[in-house]
């Protein structure tokens, strides 16, 4: 399979990243786009082509009744992972859209989250794609596990 050239938001990363406190500013521009992000305070801390991972701070907007992280501030950070690491990932000739979530609840959260999501590059193929993602303690131990399924389609001719 022949390399692929950058996508404009695997630049766009590569190139603020290198700034001073860039990965915040990344992450910021992310949630400029996509507002509802912005809710979380999500950090990209690491993003490469079929791969990204997104930190949630644990504070009190983030948690639910019994002080832990709620899952739904979870699963913003786990989309928010996903379509980064779409964006970054996709061929060129490809779209995708996201069409349901997937999710089991494994642990109470109870520190920072760090949420990941990974694909393999032969997985971006015109149909469904179920992007696994997995969300982490500080401990290591997964909080919750699952897949955001997308779908994939070619980009219409010009």
């Given at each position: 399979m022949a390399q692929q050239k950058p996508t404009k938001?695997?630049?766009?990363?590569?190139?603020?990243?290198?700034?001073?406190?860039?990965?915040?500013?990344?992450?910021?521009?992310?949630?400029?786009?996509?507002?509802?992000?912005?809710?979380?305070?999500?950090?990209?801390?690491?993003?490469?082509p079929h791969y990204c991972e997104c930190l949630i701070k644990k504070r009190n907007a983030v948690h639910?009744?019994?002080?832990?992280?709620?899952?739904?501030?979870?699963?913003?950070?786990?989309?928010?992972?996903?379509?980064?690491?779409?964006?970054?990932?996709?061929?060129?000739?490809?779209?995708?859209?996201?069409k349901g979530m997937s999710l089991d609840y494994t642990a109470k959260a109870g520190s920072d989250?760090?949420?990941?999501?990974?694909?393999?590059?032969?997985?971006?193929?015109e149909g469904d794609l179920l992007v696994p993602v997995t969300a982490y303690d500080d401990n290591d131990v997964v909080v919750v596990e699952g897949h955001i399924k997308l779908w994939i389609s070619a980009k219409p001719p010009r």
């Open positions: 938001v695997m630049k766009l990363y590569n190139r603020v990243t290198r700034l001073p406190y860039g990965n915040k500013i990344f992450s910021l521009m992310v949630s400029r786009m996509a507002p509802y992000f912005g809710t979380i305070r999500p950090l990209i801390t690491e993003l490469r639910n009744h019994i002080k832990t992280v709620h899952v739904i501030a979870i699963c913003n950070g786990l989309e928010m992972a996903m379509g980064v690491m779409a964006e970054a990932s996709i061929p060129s000739h490809l779209r995708w859209i996201p989250i760090r949420c990941v999501a990974e694909v393999k590059p032969e997985q971006w193929v």
